[in-house]
């Protein structure tokens, strides 16, 4: 089965300072790769996503995130963080088409970030 | 703009009552989903829906129902309520194309006393 682990709970950075979030994932196959954020008394929203190809994709509000098979990680980072960034972010698996888990996103526990000024 | 809209944000219910949490999506998505968020275990699924009338348990079904008769609304349906379901419930939907780019409402936390 798929998994996904976020292994920090809580990052604490200050504003301009470069984040990056770890994600490492379990999946027997090419996964299907997501970050997505959660702002305070909001949904989740997309930030990025990777399917093949490159490995390193651009998502939304600056972020940038690299998968790398042999580390089965994907993580999230962005060179410089803004205030407004302070969020919960969740790193999730999607099963390629034919597989038992096809349809299910498996998501992280998640990172709360902090961003002081 | 996009949207999923939930019927409640804050829910009180007793234990043993039936509880129905509503979800209306207004972007013709053919897929729907219900999570269950909470603290240290990020979202967990509890069903899903393809279509009307279709539904998916899962990875955490058990004590819940769904019902899809519309192809916009999509309910969570507590049977009977418990302490245990004592969470915050998120409605996401998205489009048969791009089943995993999903879009979320603002979600329901709901208290069972």
């Known amino acids: 089965a798929q998994s996904v682990t976020q292994p920090d709970i809580h990052i604490t950075v200050s504003e301009g300072a470069s984040l990056e979030l770890r994600c490492n994932y379990s999946?027997?196959?090419?996964?299907?790769l997501f970050w997505y954020v959660q702002s305070p008394g909001q949904g989740l929203q997309l930030l990025l996503k990777?399917?093949?190809?490159?490995?390193l994709v651009q998502g939304i509000k600056g972020f940038e995130a690299e998968f790398k098979r042999s580390q089965s990680s994907f993580n999230l980072r962005k060179p410089s963080v803004h205030w407004s960034d302070a969020a919960e972010y969740f790193c999730?698996?999607?099963?390629?088409?034919?597989?038992?888990?096809?349809?299910?996103?498996?998501f992280g526990q998640g990172t709360i970030l902090t961003v002081h000024p | 703009d996009v949207k999923v809209t939930q019927s409640s944000r804050y829910l009180v219910k007793r234990t043993g009552e039936k509880v129905f949490l509503e979800c209306v999506q207004d972007?013709?998505?053919?897929?729907m989903f219900w999570y269950r968020q909470d603290p240290g275990l990020g979202l967990r699924l509890i069903y899903f829906?393809?279509?009307?009338?279709?539904?998916e348990k899962g990875d955490i079904p058990e004590g819940y129902s769904v019902s899809r008769e519309k192809k916009e609304r999509f309910s969570l349906i507590l049977e009977s309520a418990s302490t245990n379901q004592t969470s915050m419930y998120l409605c996401?939907?998205?489009?048969?194309?791009?089943?995993?780019?999903?879009?979320f409402g603002p979600g329901t936390r709901l208290t069972v006393t």
């Open positions: 996401a939907s998205s489009s048969e194309l791009r089943l995993y780019e999903q879009y």
């Open positions: 999946y027997g196959a090419t996964p299907y």
């Open positions: 990777y399917f093949s190809g490159d490995t």
């Open positions: 999730a698996v999607g099963a390629e088409a034919g597989g038992t888990s096809y349809g299910k996103l498996t």
């Open positions: 972007m013709d998505h053919e897929n």
């Open positions: 829906s393809y279509d009307v009338k279709m539904k």
